[in-house]
C-alpha cells in the first residue's frame, strides 16, 4: 500500500511541479521589454529609444568588438594592479578601470588537490570573457569628456596591490576641466565598495548619470535544468527576475530588457558563483539586461546629477564577486541594508523550507563535524517531527495486511459483481477502522521536505565538495561506485548511467524490505509491477546527490524499524 502511495505521491508533485510551472513561475519570469522613452531635458536624448542609449553605453562603458586573444596575452596586453587577498587573487585593469581577473582561492574546479581554482573574471577579449567596468554617461552632445573604455587610469595610492580591507584611488582627467577619482576597497570575502567623484574644475556646470555593468562574453553550459536558475538575474521593484541567456538572444534575435526600482540589485548568476553590482539602496536606478557584444547586465542612476562650476559630486555603490555563501549573503544583506540579497541563492519554490533546513543542517555540521552526519540527524528529527502521524499509518497498513486474506475472500466472492464487492470491503474497513488510503498522508507532507532537501543539497555552495565517510568525497555529486565493475573490484569504468553506487543499492534494499511489510496488491499483474519499483528508484537515484541518497536511505531504515514494531504490536493485539 506505502509502494502504491509513493507513486502516486510522486505523480502528483511532478504534476504540481509542473503546473506550478506553467502558471505560476512562467508569467512571473515574464517580463514586459518596454522601451523608455525619453529622460529628463537636463541630459538630453540619452535614452530616446535603448538601441541608442545602448550604443552610449558600448562607448563609455564597453569594450570594443575584437577578435579572441589568450588569457595569458590579454592580461599582458596592458597596465594592471594586482588583488591579493585571503579570498581572492587576480587584478584591475588600468585600460577602462576595469575588473576582469578574479579567481577564488578557497575553491578549485576538481577534487584534485592539484586542480585549478575557481576562475569568475577574466578579459573580455578572451573567448570567455566576463567582466565588470563603472563609470559615467553624459548627453553625447555635451561639451565635455568622460572615461570611456579605452580611458588609461592611473594610480594614486602608494600601495600597488589591493588587499583586504585597504584602499586604491585612482585618477583619469580630461582637456575639458574635470577630474574623475574613483577608490576600491575589498573586504576579506567578496564584496567590493566602489567610490566614483567627479571633481568640476571647469567654469560651466555639467549633467551626469552614474553607470555600471557587468559583461559576459559567452553563455556558459548550464547544469541545473528546470530546478536551478543560471544567468541573468536581479531584485528589482521589490521582486526577483529571473532570465535566461536566451531570453536576451534566440535564433539571431536579441530583446532589451528595462526595469526601474527603487533598491535592488543587478547580476548574473552561476550555480555557485555571482557576480552583482549593488547600487546604493536609498537612490533609485535604471536596470537594463540585453545581448551586445556579449550578455549584459547594467544599471545607471534614475535621475541625472548635475555638478556645478568648482563643484564636487561622489557616488557609492558595492560590487559582489564570489562564491555564493549564504551565510554571507544574508550578512552582507543585512550589514549593508541590501533588498532581498538572499534570493541570489535559488532556494527554489520551497524557499520556506529549503533555506531554514540548510541552517539547521549547516548547524548540526558544526557538532558532528560533518555534513552526511547533519543531514542523519535532520532525518531523525523529521521522523520525530512526523512519529505520530506516520504511527497512525502503520497502525493503518498493518490492519491492512492482517486482512488481506479477507479482502481477497470478498473479491473473489463478488467477482463479477463490482458495487456488491465496494460494499462490501468498505463495511469491512468500517468494521475494522481501517482507513485504506492512510498511508498516503504521511507520504504527501513529506514530498516538500524531500525536494526541499534536494534543492538545498544542488544549490548550497558549502555541500559541493563536502566529504562523508569512505568513498563519499562529495555529498553533492552522486555516488562514484559502480555495482556493475564490483565497487572498484574490477578495472573497467562504466559508462555513467551504469554507475549505480553503494548507497543507491543501500536505498534500493531498504525499500524492498519495506516493500515486503506493506500488505501486496491483489491484482498478481500489479503486484509484480510493484516488485520492480525499488529497482526503478534505485536506478533513479543513483544520479542523484549521494547527500540526498543518504538522506533517504537513513529514513527508510527508520521507517523500517517503526513499521516492523507496530506490526508485532498489532498482530499480537489482534490475536
Known amino acids: 500500500m506505502e509502494t502504491r502511495n509513493l507513486i502516486l505521491a510522486i505523480v502528483l508533485s511532478v504534476g504540481v511541479l509542473l503546473l506550478w510551472t506553467v502558471f505560476i513561475e512562467a508569467p512571473r519570469q515574464q517580463i514586459n521589454p518596454s522601451i523608455e522613452s525619453g529622460q529628463q531635458d537636463s541630459i538630453g536624448d540619452i535614452a530616446e529609444v535603448e538601441t541608442e542609449e545602448l550604443n552610449q553605453i558600448e562607448e563609455d562603458l564597453g569594450i570594443k568588438k575584437q577578435s579572441f586573444e589568450t588569457l595569458e596575452n590579454s592580461l599582458q596586453s596592458s597596465a594592471r594592479v594586482n588583488i591579493d587577498t585571503q579570498s581572492l587573487e587576480g587584478s584591475i585593469n588600468l585600460k577602462g578601470l576595469k575588473i576582469d581577473d578574479i579567481v577564488l582561492t578557497k575553491y578549485q574546479e576538481t577534487l584534485d588537490e592539484n586542480s585549478s581554482n575557481i576562475r569568475v573574471?577574466?578579459?573580455?577579449?578572451?573567448?570567455?570573457?566576463?567582466?565588470?567596468?563603472?563609470?559615467?554617461?553624459k548627453d553625447k552632445n555635451a561639451n565635455f569628456e568622460t572615461p570611456t573604455s579605452e580611458s588609461e587610469w592611473k594610480l594614486i595610492s602608494s600601495s600597488n596591490t589591493l588587499r583586504e580591507n585597504n584602499e586604491l584611488e585612482f585618477e583619469w582627467s580630461n582637456n575639458t576641466g574635470q577630474i574623475y577619482r574613483t577608490s576600491i576597497s575589498v573586504d576579506e570575502n567578496y564584496l567590493f565598495s566602489i567610490k566614483q567623484k567627479i571633481i568640476n574644475n571647469s567654469n560651466q556646470e555639467i549633467i551626469v548619470n552614474n553607470a555600471s555593468k557587468i559583461n559576459r562574453q559567452n553563455a556558459p553550459a548550464l547544469s541545473g535544468m528546470f530546478i536551478l536558475h543560471e544567468g541573468l538575474l536581479g531584485v528589482l521593484e521589490e521582486k526577483l527576475e529571473l532570465i535566461d541567456y536566451d531570453d536576451l538572444k534566440d535564433e539571431g534575435e536579441i530583446e532589451t530588457l528595462n526595469f526601474e526600482s527603487e533598491n535592488g540589485w543587478v547580476g548574473i548568476t552561476d550555480k555557485y558563483w555571482l557576480a552583482a553590482l549593488i547600487p546604493d539602496q536609498a537612490k533609485p536606478f535604471k536596470a537594463i539586461y540585453t545581448h551586445d557584444n556579449g550578455y549584459i547586465a547594467y544599471y545607471r542612476s534614475l535621475n541625472a546629477q548635475s555638478v556645478q562650476s568648482n563643484g564636487e559630486f561622489e557616488v557609492s555603490s558595492k560590487i559582489f564577486i564570489g562564491a555564493k555563501e549564504a551565510k554571507l549573503i544574508d550578512q552582507y544583506q543585512e550589514d549593508f541594508n541590501i533588498y532581498n540579497f538572499d534570493l541570489a541563492i535559488d532556494w527554489g519554490w520551497f524557499y520556506f523550507l529549503t533555506k531554514p533546513l540548510f541552517y539547521i543542517i549547516y548547524y548540526f555540521?558544526?557538532?558532528?563535524?560533518?555534513?552526511?552526519?547533519?543531514?542523519?540527524?535532520?532525518?531523525?528529527?523529521?521522523?520525530?517531527?512526523?512519529?505520530?502521524?506516520?504511527?497512525?499509518?502503520?497502525?493503518?497498513?498493518?490492519?491492512?495486511?492482517?486482512?488481506?486474506?479477507?479482502?481477497?475472500?470478498?473479491?473473489?466472492?463478488?467477482?463479477?459483481?463490482?458495487?456488491?464487492?465496494?460494499?462490501?470491503?468498505m463495511d469491512l474497513y468500517k468494521k475494522e477502522k481501517v482507513n485504506p488510503i492512510s498511508g498516503c498522508l504521511p507520504i504527501l507532507i513529506?514530498?516538500?521536505?524531500?525536494?526541499?532537501?534536494?534543492?538545498?543539497?544542488?544549490?548550497?555552495?558549502?555541500?559541493?565538495?563536502?566529504?562523508?565517510?569512505?568513498?563519499?568525497?562529495?555529498?553533492a555529486a552522486k555516488d562514484p561506485t559502480s555495482i556493475f565493475n564490483m565497487f572498484g573490484l574490477i578495472p573497467w569504468d562504466p559508462p555513467s548511467f551504469l554507475i549505480i553506487g553503494v548507497w543507491p543499492v543501500l536505498m534500493g534494499l531498504t525499500m524492498y524490505i519495506q516493500q515486503k511489510l506493506n500488505p501486496a496488491p491483489p491484482d498478481p499483474i500489479q503486484a509484480k509491477i510493484f516488485m520492480f519499483f525499488p529497482l526503478f528508484i534505485t536506478i533513479l537515484l543513483a544520479q542523484f546527490a549521494a547527500g540526498l541518497v543518504i538522506y533517504w536511505t537513513t529514513n527508510n531504515l527508520l521507517s523500517i524499524i517503526q513499521q516492523w514494531v507496530i506490526t508485532r504490536r498489532t498482530t499480537v493485539k489482534t490475536n
Do not use: C
Open 365 to 425: 555540521s558544526g557538532i558532528a563535524g560533518n555534513f552526511g552526519l547533519a543531514i542523519i540527524i535532520l532525518t531523525i528529527i523529521t521522523r520525530i517531527i512526523f512519529f505520530p502521524l506516520a504511527n497512525w499509518s502503520f497502525v493503518s497498513m498493518a490492519k491492512m495486511k492482517m486482512l488481506q486474506p479477507e479482502m481477497t475472500r470478498i473479491k473473489e466472492l463478488y467477482k463479477e459483481d463490482r458495487p456488491q464487492q465496494q460494499k462490501a470491503l
Open 446 to 475: 513529506q514530498i516538500p521536505f524531500f525536494f526541499a532537501i534536494y534543492k538545498m543539497l544542488f544549490v548550497s555552495i558549502e555541500m559541493r565538495h563536502a566529504p562523508f565517510y569512505g568513498w563519499i568525497q562529495d555529498l
Open 121 to 137: 573574471l577574466s578579459p573580455l577579449s578572451t573567448e570567455n570573457g566576463y567582466e565588470i567596468s563603472f563609470g559615467w554617461l
